[in-house]
């Protein structure tokens, strides 16, 4: 029986609402990849899930939380989030001799479209692609080989997706320019604050940090 790797996030308090700040798949020995969601992204592998948590929670600001309960298919949108898709690789004929036939690997493709995926062999190891396509294109061996997703797919950014990022652009270019007076960067702070949380349960991805960042010039150059 096929068991797929357990999707969770990593979601940071500042203070006036939490921010999905991660998101991350588990297999069933708990190795683990976390793929932040951050200006520069990046994908981090752990031997167990463990050091993950030791190392991305270390105060109660931070905490991870499992979406799916163990070896179960639920629907891949929950309460509105974007969440990983997780796939299998299904193999109709064995060209090296080494994996044999049927799942082979099972993996997750978080929402940039990066994917990740481990080998169920006697001799395991976890591979990271840039997207499901060159996955296919290194492991498919011209057909013989299938990516079936077990979720549904949210490829990229929507074009909704893409224009709130203007929004939130023009927001912050707006406030920006008001904060440029000293006197009135207290209340601009409260106002960056509402909007940032508002923009947030509109969207999981915000980053309130960035949307600071771009209003105050990133604390005005660390001073």
């Known amino acids: 029986m096929t068991t797929w790797p357990r999707r969770f996030h990593l979601q940071r308090d500042f203070g006036d609402g939490h921010e999905t700040v991660a998101h991350g798949c588990m297999w069933n020995d708990h190795t683990c990849a976390v793929r932040w969601l951050s200006e520069h992204p990046s994908t981090i592998l752990w031997a167990d899930i463990a050091d993950a948590y030791a190392i991305h929670c270390p105060d109660a600001r931070t905490r991870l939380d499992f979406i799916d309960l163990p070896d179960t298919q639920p629907p891949a949108a929950i309460a509105g989030a974007r969440w990983p898709t997780r796939f299998h690789l299904q193999r109709e004929h064995d060209v090296t001799g080494i994996s044999g036939t049927g799942t082979v690997a099972t993996g997750a493709v978080f929402t940039d479209g990066t994917a990740v995926m481990r080998w169920d062999t006697t001799t395991s190891s976890i591979g990271v692609y840039n ?87 990133a604390e005005k150059k660390a001073a």
């Not at 079936?148 to 270019?173: C, F, G, I, N």
């Open 131 to 217: 997207s499901l396509a060159d996955l296919q294109t290194i492991h498919g061996h011209n057909g013989a080989t299938r990516v079936v997703l077990v979720d549904q797919w949210h490829p990229k950014e929507s074009s909704s997706m893409a224009m709130s990022r203007k929004h939130y652009r023009e927001t912050a270019a707006l406030l920006k320019s008001a904060a440029a007076e000293p006197e009135n960067e207290t209340i601009v702070r409260e106002i960056a604050a509402g909007m940032a949380s508002m923009f947030f349960r509109d969207n999981s991805r915000f980053s309130r940090q960035r949307f600071f960042d771009a209003i105050f010039d």
